[in-house]
Nanobody, 122 residues
Framework: QLQLVESGGGLVQTGGSLRLSCAAS????????LGWFRQGPGDYLDLVAA???????SVADSVKGRFTISRDNAKNMMYLQMDDLQPDDTAVYYC????????????????WGQGTQVTVFS
């Protein structure tokens, strides 16, 4: 079992930055692949960024150059640094985890946080 709790969402102006955090507990954090997902109003749930248990990171084309995913296994934490935010980035952001990286990249990780709202206004 792995429990995940997101924080750091909020209201930000276009071009601004936010840093989302995901705190994990309940199991060996370093064993898990991780991902950040988002779901905007009326949209599907999309993978934004993923990071393997070994720290290899990838981000979606829509956020490349603006978002950075990272993890700190010593602190059982994952982060999403979001820069140059745009109104299209408005969504509920979820952190998720699975022992298998493939489950993360096909949007079927086993463990999910409750989500944090990010709203970007112009």
């Amino acid at each position: 079992q792995l429990q995940l709790v997101e924080s750091g969402g909020g209201l930000v102006q276009t071009g601004g930055s936010l840093r989302l955090s995901c705190a994990a507990s309940g199991s060996t954090f370093s064993d898990f692949a991780l991902g950040w997902f988002r779901q905007g109003p009326g949209d599907y749930l999309d993978l934004v960024a993923a990071i393997t248990s070994h720290g290899a990171a990838s981000v979606a084309d829509s956020v490349k150059g603006r978002f950075t995913i990272s993890r700190d296994n010593a602190k059982n934490m994952m982060y999403l640094q979001m820069d140059d935010l745009q109104p299209d980035d408005t969504a509920v952001y979820y952190c998720a985890a699975d022992r298998h990286h493939r489950a993360v990249v096909v949007n079927t990780p086993l463990y999910w946080g409750q989500g944090t709202q990010v709203t970007v206004f112009s």
